[in-house]
């Protein structure tokens, strides 16, 4: 499967900062999404990071609080901006597997776990 | 009505026990569905795809039923490793890459 380096894996960050987390995938994808999975609960889908384009985002999620770049079909990166304590979560990008998405599904980076203060 | 529900448990069963869990979704266009099993503190890692005939992995059996749009896990001859949420995942309405859309998931725990 495809594999994902995504960094940092945690951090602590004062309320009104920004933080830019990077998912770099060993193999080119033609699409990537981005995740929140608040405590306790599943995932929900924050945009679909895409190539040349500006990333599509789902209902509740703006591109000024969360703006995504993605220069390549290797890379995305999700900024997460002027936090605030509810930004607190765990955030994940995934890529397509390496057999198309309807046979295995996507591969996910291993997350990055933000605390706000 | 939610996109994916799920049971969430927590299903506490001993060693060696067969458990099963079940899953609905409301979106009847839907192409692909998968279990990811999520770990403590880990990311989602995919489990197995559910095909329309139905699949076996090892101790592992899935299950589709389009009709009523439910799909189902069999776990047999269950393992301490088993604990873990198991996240029933469903995708493709509109074409093969849409994104996943994830269960709450159901919460096992096995015991010794």
């Known amino acids: 499967s495809a594999v994902i380096s995504q960094k940092p894996s945690r951090d602590i960050c004062q309320r009104g900062t920004s933080l830019t987390i990077q998912c770099q995938v060993d193999?080119?994808?033609?699409?990537m999404f981005w995740y929140r999975q608040q405590p306790g609960q599943s995932l929900t889908l924050i945009a679909t990071?895409?190539?040349?384009?500006?990333?599509?985002?789902e209902s509740g999620f703006v591109i000024d609080k969360f703006p995504i770049s993605r220069p390549n079909l290797t890379f995305s990166t999700l900024t997460v901006s002027n936090m605030s304590p509810e930004d607190s979560s765990i955030y994940l990008c995934?890529?397509?597997?390496?057999?198309?998405?309807?046979?295995?599904?996507?591969?996910f980076g291993s997350g990055t776990r933000l605390t706000v203060v | 009505r939610k996109e994916v529900e799920q049971d969430p448990g927590p299903f506490n069963v001993p060693e060696g026990a067969t458990v099963a869990f079940n899953c609905t979704y409301s979106n009847s266009a839907s192409q692909s569905f998968f279990w990811y099993r999520q770990d403590c503190r880990k990311e989602p890692k995919l489990l197995m795809s559910v095909y329309s005939s139905g699949n076996e992995d090892g101790r592992f059996t899935a299950q589709l039923n389009r009709a009523s749009q439910y799909i189902s896990l069999l776990i047999r001859d269950s393992k301490l490793s088993d604990s873990a949420t198991y996240l029933c995942?469903?995708?493709?309405?509109?074409?093969?890459?849409?994104?996943?859309?994830f269960g709450k998931g159901t919460r096992l725990s096995v015991i010794a």
């Open positions: 193999s080119q994808v033609t699409m």
């Open positions: 995934s890529a397509e597997g390496d057999r198309g998405p309807t046979v295995s599904g996507y591969t």
């Open positions: 995942v469903v995708n493709g309405w509109n074409s093969g890459n849409t994104p996943l859309v």
């Open positions: 990071a895409n190539q040349g384009s500006e990333a599509t985002y």
